[in-house]
């Protein structure tokens, strides 16, 4: 089983930047990629970005140049670096593996708010 801890939003003007933090815990071994994935209200679960074991990485067209995904082997973890961050932004972001995201292992999520 794999444990998924998400941390690090907020509430931040238009404009402004947030990292978002996700350590992971378990029988993590099997796991290649992660990814970051966020749930607006109204709105479908959606891909942020991803990132593999080898480093690469992709992006969700509405968020690329903005964030950057990394990740700390480790440390276990993965990070979510947003940058001029827009009111659609606003979201709960969650982390988990990617492409497929593994079912019973979602966490809590961490809210961002991008508001004036």
């Known amino acids: 089983h794999v444990q998924l801890a998400e941390s690090g939003g907020g509430l931040v003007q238009p404009g402004g930047s947030l990292r978002l933090s996700c350590t992971t815990s378990g029988n993590t071994r099997t796991i290649n990629a992660m990814g970051w994935y966020r749930h607006a209200p109204g709105n479908r679960r959606e891909s942020v970005a991803r990132?593999?074991?080898?480093?690469?990485?992709g992006y969700a067209d509405s968020v690329k140049g903005r964030f950057t995904i990394s990740r700390d082997n480790a440390k276990n973890t993965v990070y979510l670096q947003m940058n001029n961050l827009k009111p659609e932004d606003t979201a709960v972001y969650y982390c988990n593996a990617a492409p497929i995201p593994i079912a019973g292992s979602w966490g809590q999520g961490t809210q961002v708010t991008v508001s004036s």
């Open positions: 990132i593999n074991s080898s480093g690469s990485t």
